[in-house]
Structure formats: structure tokens, C-alpha cells
């Protein structure tokens, strides 16, 4: 199982950018996926979670990005895609997507260190002013 982030970049306030991340060895489908961003000094946070599971898509987003990010996948459920618009510069840093066996989700993101969770490297998103 293998995750790889891109379409990070610069941008500007009020600008927009789409991230990507590329499953390798399982698909969205079988998988709870979500997004995570780590802002300088800053502790890593949860701000989207997709589930798609046969005929049912589940999303969330944290209140500080409703309205403005939106989290999708393509038809092959290979790639998960991050769609930012109205960026604000608090929303620079690196993001990281992640993903777990759907039987092993209970509704909220294991920590890290239990070895449940995949997750990429991640892709550095500036946003100047």
C-alpha cells in the first residue's frame, strides 16, 4: 500500500489549487481516505475524510475549510483529489493523505503510531499574501 501526494505549490490569498494523491496496491473503495495538513509549528490535523463505500459516499471537512475545500475521487477510485479554492494563508503547509482499511475505522482517525494508517509523504503548499 502505497500513497503519493502532488500539486503543491504557490499560490496566492484567495487563489486555489488542486492536490492529488495516487493509490498504489488498493483502491478508495475499499478504503477510508482522508487529508491531513501540518502547519509550521503546528501539529498535523485532520480537515477531510471520504468514505465510498458501493452506492454510499461519506464526506467531512473541518469548519475551517467547509465551503471552500472539496474532496473527490476519480472513477477509478485510484486517485483522490484535494480542491482548494479561496486560500487564505493560514491554510499553508505540508499536506499528507492517508487512508485505512474500512473495517478498521471506527469513525475516528487511529494515531498514527498504531500502523493502521497509510499515508504519502506529503506536498508544501505556500500561500503569500
Known amino acids: 500500500v502505497q500513497l503519493v501526494e502532488s500539486g503543491g505549490g504557490a499560490t496566492y490569498v484567495g487563489g486555489s489549487l488542486t492536490l492529488s494523491c495516487r493509490a498504489y496496491g488498493f483502491t478508495f473503495g475499499t478504503h477510508v481516505a482522508g487529508w491531513f495538513r501540518q502547519g509550521p509549528g503546528k501539529a498535523r490535523e485532520g480537515i477531510t475524510s471520504?468514505?465510498?463505500?458501493?452506492?454510499?459516499?461519506?464526506?467531512s471537512y473541518a469548519n475551517s475549510i467547509k465551503g471552500r475545500f472539496h474532496v473527490s475521487t476519480d472513477d477509478a477510485q485510484t486517485t483522490m483529489y484535494l480542491h482548494m479554492t479561496k486560500l487564505k494563508p493560514e491554510d499553508a503547509g505540508e499536506y499528507f493523505c492517508?487512508?485505512?482499511?474500512?473495517?478498521?475505522?471506527?469513525?475516528?482517525?487511529?494515531?498514527?503510531?498504531?500502523?493502521?494508517?497509510?499515508w504519502g509523504k506529503g506536498t508544501l503548499v505556500t500561500v503569500s499574501q
Open positions: 471520504l468514505s465510498e463505500m458501493t452506492g454510499h459516499t461519506f464526506q
Open positions: 492517508a487512508a485505512i482499511d474500512q473495517n478498521l475505522f471506527d469513525g475516528q482517525w487511529p494515531d498514527p503510531s498504531s500502523g493502521l494508517v497509510s
